[in-house]
Nanobody, 121 residues
Framework: QVQLVESGGGLVQAGESLRLSCVAS????????MGWYRQAPGLQRELVAD???????NYADSVKGRFAISRDNEKNTVYLQMNSLKPEDTAVYYC???????????????WGQGTQVTVSS
């Protein structure tokens, strides 16, 4: 089994920064794409950014130029550096990972429980 644990959320003022971390643990053989999603009240969960095993990344248009995703494959960790935060960034941020577990060739998606990010005006 695989567990994802997020950390780094909090309450900040507009213009400030946060860095989210997500650590995957368990019977991990390989993690393919890792990503961050967010869900604001009343809205659908949306992709914020993701990153492949080799480091190729993509971002939602709303965060381009402000957020940066990175990963440490040796630590099974993905990060999201969030700069110039805006009130509209307020949401629960979820980590996800496409994981191939030991002894099973087919990969599966796993989700963290989420971390709250609140940006005040």
């Amino acid at each position: 089994q695989v567990q994802l644990v997020e950390s780094g959320g909090g309450l900040v003022q507009a213009g400030e920064s946060l860095r989210l971390s997500c650590v995957a643990s368990g019977s991990i053989f390989r993690i393919n794409t890792m990503g961050w999603y967010r869900q604001a009240p009343g809205l659908q969960r949306e992709l914020v950014a993701d990153i492949t095993y080799t480091g190729s990344s993509n971002y939602a248009d709303s965060v381009k130029g402000r957020f940066a995703i990175s990963r440490d494959n040796e630590k099974n960790t993905v990060y999201l550096q969030m700069n110039s935060l805006k009130p509209e960034d307020t949401a629960v941020y979820y980590c996800n990972a496409d994981v191939q577990v030991n002894w099973f060739p087919r990969s599966s998606y796993y989700w963290g429980q989420g971390t709250q990010v609140t940006v005040s005006s």
